[in-house]
């Protein structure tokens, strides 16, 4: 900081000076400067020298203490040494320590948030709804990892509850409602009642039973959740064991669980707040089974919350991180012979009349799997939603941070300045972007999908299932591995509740296992596959994002004509290199099935295989949607060009990862493997200026992010250093326990202690 001192005192009253010296004579100041460095002086003597010593101007806003542009320091006639050092204090929290960084964007910030958002619509829509929650304290987060697990859940009911008024008071329609939600960020039975209890009413439910339950769920008369998955069977649905006999005397299921395996284990909201549940069970009648159905059942009753009889429920216990996940009552559930009527029993595509016949009814089976393209969809944006926020922290704290590299007394090196950072971070940036418009694009498939149900057109449904199962396997798992890695950029800081990375993390890595263990739908993927491979040659013209197949006599043949680095920036290139290496893994492991008489025996022994295929044809399907992306008109200055640069990273970025399979396939040759990584190198230096305002562009509140590393204005140290503090193990110098095990313990006393 360039600042000149110049220091007014009022000289009026001999007695009032000689005890401002005296005070000044014994206090320390210190000042935060805009590169992180920090001032102590002892008098106002030296203030001048001091600020000199700093080569950032001093921002700052709503402050009359700091003229930048005559350079000078003016205090207030009659202000006090005290004074000063709080205004200097409030003028830190002013500053813009990024702002030299954001000077330097290449494109419109504005726009680019339109573009990240889907719609200025929609970027309108969160960002009031996002300002909303950040500016109610009654929805402050900071907290809450310090709080136990009875406190941490009472304060999720509340703000829960809090929520629920103020959707009601602002009259908020429902996509008005799921973002307040979401920007509360706090995980709740809600989010289990809207999105899955619901939904599973809208989807198999009748007309009739809608029209009774669904006005209930609506005005949250009734809370309900989602009970699938049990103690001894998650992804393999049709090995659940609670079954639901019908008792033709009385015209009732009777739902049962007959072994301690089949306890109902893990859904949300069921262990404390649920009043209902959809609850899927083994249809039983005459003895006979029919698969599993879902039922609607009631768990507590509407006056005093107990469970009714025949139920055991309650919370299956704390969860992975601190906070994280344990705001939600995850639950155990046990039936024993609790009957329900007939008419709970979902009946949109099956029912069970009066008399105990099973019928279909003309509704088509495949609707329900519409329902699931849909949850995999959200899945898929809710991905890139949370590694974004990673990014976003890891990026901005990497230009915060600053270390080694110093010479001369100067400045030391911003960590975002290294390559190996670069290396790390901007291909999570690029995924970040990848996995927004790839769930854009899921977005309009699922629309697709509907229409072509509606119209009795199944002809994409099993490339859309497939598709779907895909792209949340691979999205989810790419995510939790990238939260985890923006952890290990922020170095040991990122280690700290309140850099928000670990809770962020142990949120979002379920997300690996609930709707569908990612292995599992990898190698659902890879059937897909198999029987695409397998159809090529009966006239059965591959559909969607297998489209590419109908080429494969091509792509065995393809050989990359790259020459040099530059090469690698077409489209087409790239495009052809990755459908090439999909094709080829695919048919590699459908020759090797073939070599086995029994195909279920080598599908297990080609289980890795078919997994790194699958694998492939995913990262196809994002690296072509976000090229699709690019032919889109995309206005605003240079917004166009950061995002051919992000796409190029994220492409190039999987071709460096997964060189063996390009190079073993034949797709490429080693020199072209290696122009790949020169040009990669060439575009984190094109992006680096442009980190941050590319993170900017998410357009989150630090209440949203929850971070002091990701403070929009930088201003880590000084707030890092006030956030230890709060920490209820400081409330006391002394701790509790020193007395009765440490002292005796520095006193040689161990043997009276009472341990």
Same mark, same amino acid.
């Given at each position: 900081?360039?600042?000149?001192?110049?220091?007014?005192?009022?000289?009026?009253?001999?007695?009032?000076?000689?005890?401002?010296?005296? +005070? +000044?004579?014994?206090?320390?100041?210190?000042?935060?400067?805009?590169?992180?460095?920090?001032?102590?002086?002892?008098?106002?003597?030296?203030?001048?020298?001091?600020?000199? *010593?700093?080569?950032?101007?001093?921002?700052?806003?709503?402050?009359?203490?700091?003229?930048?542009?005559?350079?000078?320091?003016?205090?207030?006639?009659?202000?006090?040494?005290?004074?000063?050092?709080?205004?200097?204090?409030?003028?830190?929290?002013?500053? =813009?320590?990024?702002?030299?960084?954001?000077?330097?964007?290449?494109?419109?910030?504005?726009?680019?948030?339109?573009?990240?958002?889907?719609?200025?619509?929609?970027?309108?829509?969160?960002?009031?709804?996002?300002?909303?929650?950040?500016? =109610?304290?009654?929805?402050?987060?900071?907290?809450?990892?310090?709080?136990?697990?009875?406190?941490?859940?009472?304060?999720?009911?509340?703000?829960?509850?809090?929520?629920?008024?103020?959707?009601?008071?602002?009259?908020?329609?429902?996509?008005?409602?799921?973002?307040?939600?979401?920007?509360?960020?706090?995980?709740?039975?809600?989010?289990?009642?809207? $999105?899955?209890?619901?939904?599973?009413?809208?989807?198999? $439910?009748?007309?009739?039973?809608?029209?009774?339950?669904?006005?209930?769920?609506?005005?949250?008369?009734?809370?309900?959740?989602?009970?699938?998955?049990?103690?001894?069977?998650?992804?393999?649905?049709?090995?659940?064991?609670?079954?639901?006999?019908?008792?033709?005397?009385?015209?009732?299921?009777?739902?049962?669980?007959?072994?301690?395996?089949?306890?109902?284990?893990?859904?949300?909201?069921?262990?404390?707040?649920?009043?209902?549940?959809?609850?899927?069970?083994?249809?039983?009648?005459?003895? +006979?089974?029919?698969?599993?159905?879902?039922?609607?059942?009631?768990?507590?009753?509407?006056?005093?919350?107990?469970?009714?009889?025949?139920?055991?429920?309650?919370?299956?216990?704390?969860?992975? $991180?601190?906070?994280?996940?344990?705001?939600?009552?995850?639950?155990?559930?046990?039936?024993?012979?609790?009957?329900?009527?007939?008419?709970?029993?979902?009946?949109?595509?099956?029912?069970?009349?009066?008399?105990?016949?099973?019928?279909?009814?003309?509704?088509?089976?495949?609707?329900?799997?519409?329902?699931?393209?849909?949850?995999?969809?959200?899945?898929?944006?809710? &991905?890139?939603?949370?590694?974004?926020?990673?990014?976003?922290?890891?990026?901005?704290?990497?230009?915060?941070?600053?270390?080694?590299?110093?010479?001369?007394?100067?400045?030391?090196?911003?960590?975002?300045?290294?390559?190996?950072?670069?290396?790390?971070?901007?291909?999570?940036?690029?995924?970040?972007?990848?996995?927004?418009?790839?769930?854009?694009?899921?977005?309009?498939?699922?629309?697709?999908?509907?229409?072509?149900?509606?119209?009795?057109?199944?002809?994409?449904?099993?490339?859309?299932?497939?598709?779907?199962?895909?792209?949340?396997?691979?999205?989810?798992?790419?995510?939790?591995?990238?939260?985890?890695?923006?952890?290990?950029?922020?170095?040991? *800081?990122?280690?700290?509740?309140?850099?928000?990375?670990?809770?962020?993390?142990?949120?979002?890595?379920?997300?690996?296992?609930?709707?569908?263990?990612?292995?599992?739908?990898?190698?659902?993927?890879?059937?897909?596959?198999?029987?695409?491979?397998?159809?090529?040659?009966?006239?059965?013209?591959?559909?969607?994002?297998?489209?590419?197949?109908?080429?494969?006599?091509?792509?065995?043949?393809?050989?990359?004509?790259?020459?040099?680095?530059?090469?690698?920036?077409?489209?087409?290139?790239?495009?052809?290199?990755?459908?090439?290496?999909?094709?080829?893994?695919?048919?590699?492991?459908?020759?090797?099935?073939?070599?086995?008489?029994?195909?279920?025996?080598?599908?297990?022994?080609?289980?890795?295989?078919?997994?790194?295929?699958?694998? &492939?044809?995913?990262?196809?399907?994002?690296?072509?949607?976000?090229? +699709?992306?690019?032919?889109?008109?995309?206005?605003?200055?240079?917004?166009?060009?950061?995002?051919?640069?992000?796409?190029?990273?994220?492409?190039?970025?999987?071709?460096?990862?997964?060189?063996?399979?390009?190079?073993?396939?034949?797709?490429?040759?080693?020199?072209?493997?290696?122009?790949?990584?020169?040009?990669?190198?060439?575009?984190?230096?094109?992006?680096?200026?442009?980190?941050?305002?590319?993170?900017?562009?998410?357009?989150?509140?630090?209440?949203?992010?929850?971070?002091?590393?990701?403070?929009?204005?930088?201003?880590?140290?000084?707030?890092?250093?006030?956030?230890?503090?709060?920490?209820?193990?400081?409330?006391?110098?002394?701790?509790?326990?020193?007395?009765?095990?440490?002292?005796?313990?520095?006193?040689?006393?161990?043997?009276?202690?009472?341990?």
């Amino acid at each position: 900081m360039n600042v000149k001192g110049k220091v007014v005192r009022n000289e009026s009253r001999v007695e009032d000076e000689r005890r401002k010296r005296k +005070e +000044e004579r014994n206090m320390k100041y210190e000042i935060f400067s805009s590169d992180s460095n920090v001032i102590t002086f002892s008098s106002f003597g030296t203030l001048k020298t001091q600020l000199n *010593h700093i080569k950032h101007p001093l921002f700052y806003s709503n402050c009359c203490y700091c003229n930048t542009t005559q350079s000078s320091f003016i205090t207030e006639t009659k202000a006090t040494s005290c004074d000063i050092r709080k205004t200097l204090a409030r003028m830190e929290d002013s500053i =813009d320590h990024l702002a030299f960084e954001r000077n330097k964007a290449q494109f419109d910030v504005d726009e680019m948030k339109i573009v990240w958002a889907g719609s200025r619509q929609d970027f309108e829509l969160s960002d009031r709804i996002s300002r909303l929650v950040a500016s =109610d304290p009654a929805f402050r987060k900071d907290d809450r990892t310090t709080l136990g697990r009875k406190e941490l859940f009472k304060n999720t009911l509340r703000k829960a509850a809090y929520a629920w008024k103020r959707i009601n008071e602002l009259r908020l329609n429902e996509q008005e409602a799921y973002k307040l939600r979401s920007f509360v960020d706090q995980p709740a039975f809600t989010d289990l009642h809207w $999105g899955m209890f619901v939904p599973a009413i809208q989807g198999q $439910g009748t007309d009739e039973q809608q029209q009774k339950w669904l006005p209930l769920a609506y005005r949250m008369q009734i809370i309900g959740c989602y009970a699938q998955t049990e103690l001894g069977h998650g992804s393999n649905v049709q090995g659940l064991e609670t079954t639901a006999t019908f008792d033709p005397k009385t015209d009732e299921f009777v739902i049962h669980n007959p072994t301690l395996t089949s306890s109902k284990w893990w859904p949300g909201g069921l262990g404390k707040i649920s009043t209902h549940a959809v609850v899927y069970a083994r249809l039983i009648i005459g003895g +006979e089974d029919h698969g599993v159905h879902g039922f609607i059942v009631q768990l507590r009753s509407l006056d005093d919350h107990l469970p009714l009889s025949g139920i055991t429920i309650g919370d299956i216990g704390m969860k992975f $991180g601190n906070a994280a996940y344990n705001t939600m009552d995850n639950g155990v559930l046990r039936f024993d012979h609790v009957r329900i009527p007939r008419n709970q029993m979902l009946m949109r595509v099956s029912q069970v009349t009066r008399e105990g016949k099973y019928v279909h009814s003309n509704v088509p089976r495949q609707l329900v799997y519409g329902t699931m393209v849909n949850v995999r969809q959200k899945i898929v944006a809710d &991905a890139s939603v949370a590694l974004s926020r990673a990014v976003c922290i890891a990026t901005r704290y990497s230009a915060v941070r600053r270390q080694f590299g110093s010479h001369n007394g100067g400045l030391e090196t911003q960590v975002i300045d290294y390559k190996t950072q670069q290396a790390r971070l901007f291909p999570l940036l690029a995924s970040a972007y990848a996995f927004r418009f790839v769930g854009e694009w899921l977005k309009w498939l699922y629309m697709d999908v509907t229409k072509r149900l509606q119209a009795n057109d199944f002809s994409t449904l099993p490339e859309a299932h497939a598709c779907t199962a895909g792209l949340k396997s691979l999205t989810t798992t790419a995510t939790a591995d990238g939260i985890e890695e923006c952890r290990k950029l922020c170095g040991g *800081h990122g280690y700290l509740c309140s850099s928000g990375l670990p809770e962020l993390f142990a949120v979002y890595v379920p997300a690996c296992t609930y709707e569908g263990d990612n292995i599992v739908l990898l190698l659902q993927v890879a059937r897909y596959l198999m029987k695409t491979v397998s159809q090529l040659g009966s006239g059965n013209k591959p559909v969607g994002t297998t489209a590419y197949m109908a080429r494969v006599e091509q792509l065995m043949q393809y050989h990359s004509d790259v020459e040099k680095a530059e090469d690698w920036l077409k489209p087409n290139v790239v495009l052809e290199a990755f459908e090439a290496r999909a094709a080829r893994m695919s048919v590699a492991c459908a020759q090797n099935l073939s070599k086995f008489t029994n195909p279920e025996e080598g599908f297990q022994e080609l289980a890795a295989d078919l997994v790194d295929a699958a694998v &492939a044809h995913c990262q196809l399907i994002v690296v072509s949607k976000f090229i +699709e992306k690019l032919q889109q008109d995309i206005p605003g200055k240079g917004v166009k060009k950061q995002l051919e640069v992000l796409c190029s990273i994220y492409a190039l970025f999987l071709l460096h990862k997964h060189l063996g399979d390009f190079l073993s396939t034949g797709c490429i040759n080693p020199k072209q493997g290696s122009l790949a990584s020169e040009q990669l190198r060439n575009l984190y230096s094109q992006v680096r200026p442009n980190a941050i305002a590319l993170v900017d562009a998410f357009n989150y509140t630090d209440h949203y992010l929850g971070s002091i590393l990701g403070r929009y204005d930088g201003n880590v140290y000084p707030k890092l250093y006030e956030e230890a503090w709060k920490d209820p193990l400081n409330d006391s110098v002394v701790p509790d326990g020193f007395k009765e095990y440490i002292q005796p313990m520095l006193k040689q006393q161990l043997r009276n202690a009472r341990l």
